[in-house]
C-alpha cells in the first residue's frame, strides 16, 4: 500500500513537471493589432467656396454682342460673392477705356435664376477685382432689363439665400442684405420690406404686402412705427425707379 500510493504521488508530479516544462517552452501568442477605424475619406470641396451647378455666363462690355464664356465661375463665397476664372478678366480689358471703369461691367448667368421672391429674372452681376487681383462679381437686382443702376453710389446686392441689401460701386457691402426688398435711395433714404412678394400685373410685377420700414445708408432704421407699402413710399416722396442714376 505505501509503495502504491508512494508510485501514484511520483507520477502526478511527473505530470505536472511536464505541463509547466512545455508551458515555458511555448512560443508566446501574439495577437494582430486591430486595425483603427477608418475615417470618412475628407471631401474639400465641403471646405472651400460652393460653385454653382451652372457656370457659364455672358459679359457685357462696349462691344455690341456680349462675350460667351462656357465656363465662368470658378466658386461662391459665403457672403454669395462670385469668384471668376482669371480667363475672364484677361479676355475684357481690351474692352476697357480705362482700368477705373471695370465695375460698370456685368455679367448674365446662364440658366441661372435669381432666388430673391421679388426681382426675378436672371442672375446679374457687376465686375470688379478682390484680394489679390482676383476677378470676382458681387449679383444685383435685375432692373429694367440688366443689373441694378446706383442710386447716391450704391447699388441692391442680392445675397445667396435672396435677401437684398447694398454695395458701392467698389463692391463692398455697405448695408447687409437682410430685407426682402428695398428701394432705391432717394435723399439719403430708403424703403425697405421684410415679408413682401411679387405680383405679376401685365407685363410688370408690384410688390405687396409685408412690414415696411425708412432705413439710411448705414442700414439704420429711422425711429418711427413700422409702416405699410404706401405710406413707407409716401414717407420718401414720389419714386421713379426708371430714371435712376448710372450702371
Request: glycine share 8%; hydrophobic share 40%.
Amino acid at each position: 500500500m505505501p509503495l502504491r500510493f508512494f508510485a501514484m504521488k511520483s507520477f502526478r508530479i511527473l505530470v505536472c513537471l511536464l505541463f509547466f516544462a512545455g508551458c515555458a517552452s511555448a512560443p508566446p501568442v501574439i495577437e494582430s493589432p486591430r486595425p483603427e477605424p477608418t475615417a470618412a475619406p475628407f471631401e474639400a470641396k465641403s471646405q472651400q467656396p460652393e460653385a454653382p451647378a451652372v457656370a457659364g455666363c455672358r459679359v457685357f462690355t462696349s462691344v455690341e454682342e456680349p462675350l460667351e464664356f462656357d465656363q465662368c465661375v470658378e466658386s461662391v463665397t459665403s457672403d454669395g460673392t462670385l469668384v471668376l476664372k482669371p480667363a475672364i478678366l484677361k479676355a475684357v480689358k481690351p474692352h476697357l477705356s480705362r482700368a477705373s471703369r471695370l465695375k460698370h461691367l456685368w455679367l448674365m448667368l446662364t440658366k441661372e435664376k435669381s432666388s430673391n421672391p421679388v426681382f426675378r429674372g436672371p442672375v446679374v452681376a457687376y465686375m470688379g477685382q478682390g484680394p489679390s487681383g482676383v476677378s470676382i462679381a458681387r449679383q444685383v437686382a435685375y432692373f429694367d432689363n440688366g443689373p441694378d443702376f446706383f442710386s447716391e453710389g450704391l447699388a441692391r446686392s442680392i445675397s445667396k439665400n435672396g435677401k437684398v441689401g447694398f454695395i458701392n460701386d467698389r463692391l463692398v457691402t455697405v448695408i447687409r442684405e437682410e430685407f426682402d426688398f428695398a428701394t432705391p435711395f432717394k435723399n439719403g433714404k430708403s424703403a425697405a420690406c421684410t415679408g413682401c412678394v411679387s405680383e405679376s400685373v401685365g407685363e410688370h410685377s408690384v410688390v405687396k404686402d409685408g412690414q415696411w420700414r425708412l432705413i439710411d445708408k448705414r442700414g439704420k432704421l429711422l425711429k418711427g412705427p413700422a409702416l405699410t407699402q404706401a405710406e413707407a413710399y409716401d414717407a420718401l416722396g414720389s419714386m421713379d425707379e426708371s430714371k435712376p442714376a448710372s450702371r
